[in-house]
């Protein structure tokens, strides 16, 4: 059973477009919420945190949200550039026993 | 800054070897776990520690060993490889493994393994 759901599982955007990511997770009681850039043959980085208390998190051209009500979270990219292209992960983290809860991933594809 | 440094990059093993992964982070961090990816699933927690000399399994432990010996390094030994080990593996440290937000999670580059 996996606790974190991620849609679209791919998608492919024309540079200087903008896209969502969802997230819908059913980890609960969750301390945060965590969205992670991966590049190709790299390891996951942090893009942003937020708390079951916050609402949106913004780093650059990439903004999340949260509803913590519905248990769903958005990874917003505005002006896409070509460098965007990777694998964007969602990852829950259980306030009952610390563990992460991973998506699968969006997988994004900008082209030119 | 370093960060996490994990050795080797790609490794391919035989059915029965064993091999040592290695993970070393500079951050002074308290926490360090291990994880695996594999195609079509999320990153999954095979072991970690939450300081030196304490390790506890996670969620696919069987097959790999770990010790941490040190608060920089944590390896994560397999001892009989076996092809359901295929993978990529990656090594991440935290300040804390508290649930509080703030403390991001570090990963290496991780090691891609084939056993055949």
């Known amino acids: 059973k996996n606790q974190v759901e991620q849609s679209p599982q791919s998608l492919i955007i024309l540079e200087g477009k903008n896209c969502t990511l969802q997230c819908n997770y059913t980890v609960s009681p969750f301390s945060n919420l965590r969205w992670y850039k991966q590049d190709t043959g790299r390891g996951p980085v942090s893009l942003t945190i937020m708390t079951f208390s916050e609402n949106t998190k913004s780093n650059g051209r990439y903004t999340a949200t949260l509803d913590a009500d519905t248990k769903q979270s958005s990874l917003h990219i505005t002006a896409s550039q070509l460098s965007d292209s990777a694998s964007y992960i969602c990852v829950v983290t259980d306030y009952g026993n610390n563990r992460l809860a991973f998506g699968k991933g969006n997988q994004v594809v900008v082209i030119p | 800054n370093a960060g996490v440094t994990q050795t080797p990059k790609f490794q391919v093993l035989k059915t029965g070897q064993s091999m040592t992964l290695q993970c070393a982070q500079d951050m002074n961090h308290e926490y360090m776990s291990w994880y695996r990816q594999d195609p079509g699933m999320g990153l999954r927690l095979i072991h970690y520690s939450v300081g030196a000399g304490i390790t506890d399994q996670g969620e696919v432990p069987n097959g790999y060993n770990v010790s941490r010996s040190t608060t920089e390094d944590f390896p994560l030994r397999l001892l009989s490889a076996a092809p359901s080990q295929t993978s990529v593996y990656f090594c991440?440290?935290?300040?804390?493994?508290?649930?509080?937000?703030?403390?991001?999670?570090?990963f290496g580059s991780g090691t891609r393994l084939t056993v055949v």
């Open positions: 991440a440290s935290s300040e804390t493994g508290t649930a509080n937000a703030g403390y991001g999670y570090t």
